[in-house]
């Protein structure tokens, strides 16, 4: 019986670890609004990267990162309040996140994002973000999607 268990878990884990499951947002943000989302886009154009997490009424996250001289973005831990030129090299954005159409600015007080690969149009980009917000709240993401070309304006 034993046996048989454990052959059967080790089928069912490997089916359990879909892409799917590689796109998260969660974070105490979810008390202001709805973090559910239906799917993960993540642009690049130039030294911006934009991560989406695209809701079917809203998109409940938009990250933006600038990636401008960092000489190797995979695997290092790169602080979204730094200063790129005038700007901060991290964004956070939401769209109709309180159900008025609006976009609004989450400003972040500290966080981080980490790219486990360089970004590249066409390959699959992965990696995490956390952020915690000027009013207190978080909010923390997983993504895991190949990568577009795109027009990003700077935020």
Request: hydrophobic share 35%; with cysteine.
């Amino acid at each position: 019986m034993i046996r048989w268990l454990c052959a059967l878990s080790l089928l069912v884990l490997p089916a359990s670890c879909s892409s799917s499951q590689s796109n998260t947002l969660t974070g105490s943000e979810s008390q202001v609004y709805d973090l559910s989302f239906n799917s993960v886009t993540i642009s690049l154009q130039m030294s911006y990267v934009r991560v989406t997490y695209v809701g079917s009424s809203g998109d409940p996250a938009i990250l933006t990162v600038n990636i401008a001289d960092i000489t190797d973005p995979s695997n290092s831990t790169i602080y979204l309040t730094m200063l790129v030129g005038s700007q901060l090299r991290g964004d956070l954005q939401n769209l109709n996140g309180g159900g008025c159409g609006n976009t609004t600015q989450l400003m972040i007080a500290r966080g981080t994002v980490v790219f486990d690969q360089v970004p590249k149009v066409g390959e699959t980009l992965s990696g995490q973000f956390n952020a915690t917000l000027t009013d207190g709240y978080t909010l923390d993401g997983t993504f895991s999607e190949k990568v577009v070309a795109a027009t990003i304006s700077a935020p």
